[in-house]
């Protein structure tokens, strides 16, 4: 039996959405397995289907570079008002 046919469909709608750790927490609560095991679960499924595996790390990604630009743009604002702030 594969493992990627206990994945509940909740779960495998939020990785769909790039959300690896909650697809994790949903299986966790769904099948009642522990977290390593949801976990291995959750991974099995990403081996089996490269191309989804593909998308939710480019989905990963853009949010990595989304919080870098937002903590690029917060530090420049505050240089900014320090600059106002010394002058």
Partial sequence: MRLATKIP?????VLRE???IDAIKI???KTGLGLKESKDLVDQYLQ????????IQ?????RSRGGIKL???IFFILVILIWFATK
């Fill in 9 to 13: 469909p909740e779960a495998l709608q």
């Fill in 18 to 20: 790039g959300k690896l």
């Fill in 27 to 29: 299986t966790r609560e």
């Fill in 48 to 55: 089996d289907h490269p191309q989804e595996q593909a998308r």
């Fill in 58 to 62: 480019e989905q990963l990604a853009q």
């Fill in 71 to 73: 903590f690029v743009l």
